[in-house]
């Protein structure tokens, strides 16, 4: 690995939440290759909420947990509901990414066991929300970037609380875990625009110890 011979920047988001800027840059290349293998055995597909609605984003996962969401509620499977089969396993450069992203901003066990695929084109969103499906709210989020850019909502422990806007661009990662672990957030409606590796889209790895 080469991430030695990268620095990046880091911008507080607050208290155990950061932004590293271009964590995920230096292994983009193995990222997607791994993100290709991962789709072709879970393929992207469009959940249903609780509600009853269609999600905008395009969801996958790996590792041994998976997030889903269905009419019967959000929970971790360790299978695919559509093929019935195991979560593809987590890439060794997806964790890899997590954890060392996680040691950067200050998280230096992190070993997740989920990873969440997001998939954006423009006009897709993410209302705001928490990240609460998880038994261990000790362990941090990791959430890193790629493809088109997207303004990522960071608001507080409440949901009418003020929100900040952050820009997020390919290969930045996101980071939130302590006092900030529960913050809720979300992602406003993408707006056109392609990028050279992954034309119209982006692409969201969330990494969380669910068990
Ligand atoms: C999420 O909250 O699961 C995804 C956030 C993002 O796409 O940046
Ligand atoms: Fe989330």
Same mark, same amino acid.
């Given at each position: 690995m080469t991430r030695n011979l990268f620095e990046g920047w880091t911008e507080s988001l607050g208290e155990g939440a950061a932004v590293l800027r271009g964590f995920a840059l230096p292994e983009e290349t193995a990222l997607l290759a791994a993100l290709g293998e991962v789709a072709k055995l879970a393929p992207f597909r469009h959940m249903t909420t609780p509600g009853g609605y269609r999600m905008s984003v395009a969801m996958t996962n790996c590792g041994p947990l998976g997030w889903v969401t269905d009419q019967t509620g959000y929970r971790y499977d360790a299978a695919d509901p559509e093929t019935h089969n195991p979560w593809p396993p987590m890439p060794p450069a997806f964790l890899l990414l997590a954890t060392s992203a996680a040691a950067s901003a200050g998280f230096s066990n992190f070993v997740p066991d989920a990873c969440l695929i997001n998939r954006y084109e423009p006009g897709a969103k993410l209302s705001l929300h928490q990240d609460? %499906?998880?038994? %261990?709210?000790?362990q941090p989020i990791v959430s890193a970037s790629l493809g088109i850019p997207a303004v990522f909502l960071f608001g507080g422990l409440k949901r009418a609380e003020k929100t900040m806007r952050v820009s997020l661009t390919h290969g930045d990662v996101v980071v939130w875990g302590g006092p900030a672990r529960l913050r809720y957030h979300g992602v406003l409606p993408l707006k056109e625009a392609e990028h050279p $590796? $992954?034309?119209r889209k982006r692409i969201n790895l969330t990494f969380r110890k669910a068990a």
């Open positions: 609460k %499906d998880e038994r %261990d709210f000790s $590796l $992954l034309g």
